[in-house]
């Protein structure tokens, strides 16, 4: 698996993830977590956009790929990093937002539009992983 850069101020999490109803409530508790070990504490700002992707690739990866397969935090000075796993080969992809609020279609253009960066990566053993940088 691809992992993101070595955490400054507080290790690494990780959390391994099913695909139960409250998966993207796990990873939100499991985001909040970690950014309250960092030293210095992230921006609020930076804290919410973090729980926000964290939720949205969470609940894609739901939607679209089987569930997530695993999810990681790191942080460096300037980036919060997070990545999560699932079992799909399959990239996300943009769709047309449904402004009626039927379909959806807003995560992953809101997910490109907050973060820094955005890698997806095939897996060796299968699946993806989506890794996403954020200010700090």
């Known amino acids: 698996m691809a992992r993101p850069p070595a955490s400054t101020g507080a290790s690494p999490s990780a959390l391994h993830l099913g695909t139960g109803p409250a998966?993207?409530?796990?990873?939100?508790?499991e985001a909040h977590s970690f950014l309250s070990a960092l030293v210095p504490r992230p921006s609020r700002e930076s804290a919410e956009n973090v729980l926000l992707v964290v939720s949205e690739l969470v609940t894609n990866a739901l939607r679209h790929a089987g569930g997530a397969t695993a999810l990681r935090f790191a942080a460096d000075r300037s980036l919060l990093h997070?990545?999560?796993?699932?079992?799909?080969p399959e990239?996300?992809?943009?769709?047309?937002p449904d402004l009626r609020g039927y379909e959806g279609g807003?995560?992953?253009?809101l997910v490109r539009r907050l973060a820094r960066s955005v890698a997806v990566t095939p897996c060796a053993e299968g699946g993806k992983s989506?890794?996403?940088a954020l200010p700090r």
């Open 106 to 109: 807003f995560g992953w253009v």
């Open 82 to 88: 997070i990545s999560v796993w699932d079992s799909s």
């Open 23 to 29: 998966t993207p409530a796990q990873a939100r508790d």
């Open 91 to 96: 990239p996300p992809r943009e769709r047309t």
């Open 130 to 132: 989506i890794c996403v």
